[in-house]
């Protein structure tokens, strides 16, 4: 009966951690408001809102699926959920915008769902470590929980987060009592290991299937998985009995072969050919070192920048948790393997020129499990203990949390806020523009018959390429926009390769020339005004006679402020003016972003209503200055006597010459002290009397 009751205690303990991390991550999922990585929207949500969709919703297909690098399986999971929530708001009628912001907030719902069973996971793997109900296994699950880069990221839907989540859960599920000697299952407080056969016998075998299969999922999203497992694999064989390392063989081999065969079908559906991505984003990324062209990493990047990206406060004990785990004298133990793998991933990673954070994001569980026993060592006698010879560890966690809330709430809410920002804007302004019966004008059956929308608005995207979400966040198809592309040099030869620069790089090279070259009419026949205002104007994409691109004038012209002198100089004359202005960044490493996000329109009443928006705020900026300084003068006036200098009551009382000295008593307050200079009067000490509201109103004017 006590054992049936513990059991039943943990099991309802698990589902509540399970339910609040649920809860916990879809409020994050909801916070966040800024832009990280193209990544987020161009490998998975815009593949999938084409599968949901269809070919004329105006997704933007980057050039990875045209040749097949990426696996289907992840767009494929958001492209159900699209259809889904689109189904849903078709049965239920909802608002137009009601509609973009549900098809906007399922595919965060169902990652945060993912993140949350990433960290529930977490929690769970550091209980096989350390215990289930051990100090280590909560500090874990505080680390996950509190961890900045886990609220930065772990809701994005990036193919790093799925494979984040797939790789701790197959970490969980990896037999570890197999390859593990007894002297590693005293830290679980275990008497002795079990034996392979006991294991079998146990479902040993159904949890290693398990983990097999996450595991090669996860390979198929991200080919560089395989570097843990191999890690992991050689590790076990080391160790194991040769019967043992036979059964991981045979299993590893059946359930990656079944994985992969799914995989192979999932893509000959949405390709409709066969094909193997994994090897072709190994040959184009590796071979062909075309994923040079997005950028190069010093040898050390891991260490200077990914790893302190990761951790950020939890850095310092992280680094001592690798080193307890690599010094340790037990062999093999799980946090020994643990190290080997979160040493050897950056290792081989590091051999690559392009290197990015999230690369390395699937070690981030197994490093919060290092981390947690220095981290505990260190900070519970000041938590358990009262004593006052702790108190700077107390004040030492305060300021680590208070660090990691501040980094978050920056870096969510904040840093590159102005990417999301202006799609919604845009968004509102189709809807001003716009009122088509139905959300998504497309041939897919969940939304009705294809209806064309009689107007259509246009955007462009003067902005470094993927520089904004796509489809997945203007929604409408009936929002026309275009932007600078960056394909790569793909079958180019080295030379060619070497003088390369796409349209983006065209751009910013030279925007006069660009613009001149590449906008249909140049600078001299630029539309007087908008599209939606003039339905005989045609909105086409043309190429030149040397097959470079050629764009329309849009309605809208997004880009950052850094270009915006240059865009006055070149657009001076024309009927292009500020629209609308959203905050992005204080800084920016990349110079092309830095500084505000502008929209320019050419619709007059618009530029109008947002020059009147500016001097209203500028007006009640002016006076909230100016209530400031009555504010201070008042408690100047208050606070000082007569003079100018700061008296006492008593000092007042005696401060009259005695030739016209006349008795009055301390409290008394004289009316000739609001009377400083002739016609100059203070304000009333009352500010709530009419006659000092109508005085302030009169001193504005003045002031205005």
């Known amino acids: 009966m006590a054992t049936a009751s513990s059991e039943l205690s943990l099991s309802s303990r698990e589902a509540n951690v399970l339910l609040f991390l649920v809860a916990f991550r879809i409020l994050n999922a909801l916070c966040v408001r800024t832009f990280f990585q193209p990544d987020e929207f161009f490998q998975s949500l815009e593949p999938a809102w084409q599968v949901a969709f269809g070919e004329d919703s105006g997704a ?136 392979v056969n006991e294991s079998h016998k146990t479902g040993g075998l159904a949890s290693l299937r398990k983990c097999l299969l996450f595991a090669a999922l996860a390979c198929v999203l991200r080919p560089t998985n395989v570097l843990i497992w191999m890690c992991l694999a050689s590790c076990a064989l080391l160790k194991a009995p040769r019967s043992t390392s036979w059964i991981l063989l045979r299993e590893a081999v059946g359930c990656g072969s079944a994985v992969l065969g799914l995989s192979i079908l999932v893509d000959r559906f949405y390709y409709g050919t066969w094909t193997f991505p994994p090897l072709k984003f190994l040959y184009f990324n590796i071979v062909q070192s075309l994923a040079v062209f997005y950028g190069r990493n010093d040898w050390h990047y891991y260490l200077s920048q990914g790893l302190p990206l990761l951790l950020t406060t939890a850095l310092p004990f992280t680094i001592l948790g690798l080193y307890r785990a690599v010094v340790s004298c037990e062999q093999l133990s799980i946090k020994r393997q643990f190290a080997f793998v979160c040493l050897f991933m950056p290792f081989v990673l590091s051999l690559i020129a392009h290197k990015e954070v999230r690369f390395i994001y699937p070690l981030l569980p197994a490093l919060h499990v290092l981390t947690s026993d220095p981290l505990v060592s260190f900070f519970l006698p000041a938590v358990s203990n009262s004593s006052g010879a702790y108190v700077p560890r107390r004040l030492i966690l305060l300021f680590l949390l208070l660090v990691n809330i501040f980094v978050a709430y920056y870096t969510t809410i904040s840093h590159a806020s102005g990417p999301l920002s202006v799609l919604s804007y845009l968004r509102e302004r189709h809807q001003v523009h716009h009122e088509p019966p139905h959300i998504l004008q497309s041939p897919s059956p969940l939304l009705g018959p294809n209806e064309a929308a009689s107007k259509n608005m246009t955007v462009g995207f003067l902005m470094p390429c993927h520089s904004t979400p796509w489809r997945s966040h203007l929604v409408f198809p009936s929002i026309h926009a275009w932007a600078l592309s960056c394909e790569p040099p793909v079958g180019f030869n080295e030379s060619q390769k070497a ?35 003039s339905p005989t104007r045609s909105q086409s994409v043309y190429r030149t006679q040397h097959g470079s691109l050629q764009h329309e004038w849009p309605d809208y012209l997004v880009f950052f402020a850094q270009l915006e002198p240059t865009l006055n100089s070149l657009l001076r004359g024309s009927s292009y003016a500020e629209c609308w202005r959203t905050w992005n960044t204080a800084w920016h490493d990349d110079w092309r972003r830095r500084g505000d996000i502008v929209v320019w329109c050419l619709d007059p009443v618009e530029q109008q209503s947002w020059r009147n928006l500016q001097r209203r705020r500028a007006i009640e900026k002016r006076d909230r200055q100016f209530d400031r300084i009555i504010t201070t003068i008042q408690k100047q006036a208050t606070a000082r006597g007569l003079w100018g200098r700061k008296q006492s009551s008593w000092r007042w009382w005696w401060s009259s010459p005695r030739s016209s000295f006349s008795w009055q008593w301390p409290w008394t307050k004289s009316r000739k002290n609001y009377r400083i200079l002739p016609d100059v009067h203070l304000p009333s000490l009352w500010p709530f009397s009419k006659k000092a509201k109508k005085a302030s109103d009169d001193e504005r004017e003045l002031w205005s």
């Open 499 to 533: 003088a390369y620069l796409d349209e983006a790089d065209q751009f910013y090279a030279d925007p006069g020339n660009f613009l001149r070259h590449n906008m249909v009419g140049g600078l001299r026949h630029i539309p007087r005004k908008s599209s939606y205002l």
């Open 60 to 195: 933007w297909i980057t050039w990875e699926w045209k040749h097949q690098l990426r696996s289907s399986i992840h767009p494929l999971l958001f492209a159900a959920i699209y259809y889904v929530a689109g189904s849903i708001a078709w049965l239920l009628r909802l608002s137009p915008l009601a509609v973009a912001d549900l098809l906007i907030a399922a595919p965060k719902t169902t990652q945060a769902v993912i993140a949350a069973i990433g960290d529930y996971y977490t929690w769970k793997l550091a209980g096989r470590v350390y215990g289930s109900d051990s100090h280590g296994a909560w500090a874990t699950l505080a680390l996950t929980v509190l961890s900045p880069w886990q609220w930065f990221c772990s809701t994005r839907t990036l193919s790093n987060c799925l494979e984040t989540t797939l790789t701790v859960v197959a970490l969980y599920y990896w037999p570890w009592e197999w390859f593990l000697g007894k002297e590693d299952n005293d830290e679980k407080n275990a008497s002795q290991a079990p034996s």
